[in-house]
């Protein structure tokens, strides 16, 4: 059986992985990794580092990452690319159809402009990319027996269509004052403080929501469809069951209970959609002239596609850590996992 065709959702091998590693200039089963054990951000430490945790802000942890663009991309949505306010007052099929063709472009932009530069013309060739095998093709496991075209289906029916009616519900809500409202003229501090607390939350949501949909009977009527992908790209992000997209697509819940702004609800979502395609991209960065220019895809989550039982969240907020799922990315984590698969899914 060749690479493309072995399968793809066993839970207890090691994916076809045996004897992987064995040229020295490889380091173990991984093209390349960051520097092992992973450590969490400062954010949770005990006792406190305020320097370390401003400075982590104030760099890759926020202002020179993904989550600046997002914000960015939320005011640039909602200053030119959405129709007026009042109009979200009442359900209609122009503006949730206008709403529905956004997201759909922004993702054929972002996962579909990520897959292009890093997987067909491969623009960063393997320089931080962790697994050196390529997307599968001639697979039954996928619809069309191909991943790529299986995770674009997935990603853009029933991805976008959640994505979506999550979405517009809360612009629904926000025109009917059914919810806190808080614009930066009225509260400043605290306009620019939800974007952190937002992330925090869209982190430990996932966490949570992530772990009950490694519960056996959901897992597999619903989670083995995004499990499939093992090697990851960037349209593996939403390539999600709909009940998973359901559940996946709730943590705007946040917004019934703090103040906000429209613009942090487009943010918002932009993390869970948008993240999830910048997730899956298999790199760990964007480089020009072989200096990185902004983090992409984290190797916490790509250990999470090769162990599945372990690092349920992300990097912004310990909860792996703090309950044992957490995998460092060592070999001796690597082996306890194992262990506990093993024992799982006997």
Known sequence: MSQNERPVDDRVSDFGLKGVGTDPKLKGPWNWHPDLPLEMPPLFDWPLRPLETIKFLLGKGFLISQFFLFALLAMVTWFYFLPPLNQWATFSVDWIVHVFILNTVLSLLVAGGLHLYFHTWKKQGTVHK?????????NKAFLFNNQVLDNMFWSLTSGTLFWTGWQVLFMW?????LLPWSAFSENPIWFIVAFIVIAIWESMHFYFVHRMI???????????????NVVIGPWSGLSMHPIEHFIY????????????????LFYHMY????GAYTGHVGYEDYQVKGKSVIGVANFFHTLHHRYFECNYGTPMMPWDKWLGTMHNGSAEDTALINQRRAKMYQ
């Open 130 to 138: 962790y697994d050196r095998r390529e997307l599968a093709r001639k």
């Open 249 to 264: 697509f709730s943590t705007p819940i946040i917004h019934l209970i703090i103040a906000s702004h429209p613009i942090h």
């Open 214 to 228: 490694h519960w056996p009977p959901l897992y597999r009527v619903a989670h083995a469809l995004h499990h499939r």
């Open 173 to 177: 809500l926000y025109a009917n004052g």
């Open 271 to 274: 993390i869970t959609a948008l």
